[in-house]
């Protein structure tokens, strides 16, 4: 019992769990015996997973600070800052870590950079979307959704601006496409699928952006990001229901209902097993047939 919120959580390695609470503190935990084995207090609260890279943990907070701390003993050895606009949405997309020496992360200016996990250095920065409008709200241009690593090619979608596709070695951009999504990617060897704004579903190629279709027979449903497996796109809605669409054409081919209480989180997967976390705090564990 940590006495406590949890606000972010939970990152691991083989040892410990990392987590962060409502007062800003960064915990390890024994994972063996639930022991605390250090407590750090950041800038800001976290709402994303901290990441585990060989000795290096990785925290980003609310503020746009990126940390990189030991995991033994959660002693800072570097900081990158971001900063953030004047009205944000309150949300962060996790970073994404590329083999064992970068860390990718999209802010709420709409910039994505890639810092060296052992120095903390600036590699390079890129320009997902750029704020339009008069007003605060018009010019929001958040990236809430979490990033997407395939291959060498990092695919980031924005609130009110566009997903792109992103050379990880170099930060180049291969190539940009509008649209606007609160809740991220999901993918497979040559595709990409978002749920937008309005939760249509839409599949990218992943070499070239081309639009491959478009599902809007689940609008205002509330739509977690997508899952693929196989030959499935699958995605949540927050009257519980599993929906399963084709990768080929996105045609509804089924769906049912696990948790009346709805959806936040999207499918996770391991092997050939699904896992569903509801609203009413029901995990399901269920694989396709």
């Not at 606000?7 to 410990?16: C, F, M, W």
């Not at 609260?45 to 060989?54: A, F």
């Not at 953030?84 to 992360?105: C, E």
């Not at 992103?166 to 606007?180: E, M, P, V």
């Amino acid at each position: 019992d940590l006495d406590t919120i949890i606000t972010a959580g939970l990152g691991n390695d083989k040892e410990t769990l990392y987590t962060v609470t409502d007062n800003a503190e960064l915990i390890a935990l024994d994972i063996k015996n639930g022991e605390e084995k250090w407590k750090k207090t950041l800038s800001s609260i976290s709402l994303s997973t901290p990441l585990v890279s060989g000795d290096v943990l990785i925290v980003r907070t609310l503020d746009g600070k990126l940390y990189g701390l030991l995991k033994e003993s959660g002693v800072q050895l570097w900081i990158y800052d971001r900063g953030v606009p004047v009205l944000t949405y309150r949300g962060n997309s996790s970073s994404v870590i590329g083999g064992d020496k970068l860390v990718f992360t999209g802010f709420d200016s709409g910039k994505v950079t890639a810092v060296g996990i052992e120095h903390g250095r600036l590699l390079w920065e890129t320009t997902a979307a750029v704020a339009k409008g008069r007003s605060d709200i018009e010019r929001i241009v958040d990236i809430d959704g979490d990033p997407i690593l395939v291959g060498r090619n990092l695919f980031v979608v924005t609130i009110n601006g566009r997903v792109v596709s992103i050379d990880a070695i170099t930060g180049k951009l291969n190539w940009a496409r509008d649209i606007s999504s609160f809740v991220g990617i999901g993918a497979d060897q040559h595709n990409i699928y978002i749920t937008d704004n309005d939760n249509n579903i839409w599949a990218f190629d992943q070499k070239n952006g081309e639009i491959l279709w478009k599902q809007d027979k689940l609008k205002y449903r509330f739509l977690t990001a997508a899952t693929v497996q196989g030959k499935n796109v699958m995605v949540l809605d927050f009257e519980g229901y599993l929906h399963i669409l084709s990768t080929v054409d996105g045609e509804l081919i089924g769906r049912k209902q696990f948790d009346s209480k709805g959806y936040l989180l999207p499918v996770m997967q391991s092997g050939e097993n699904l896992y569903l976390y509801g609203n009413s705090g029901t995990i399901s564990s269920i694989k396709l047939e």
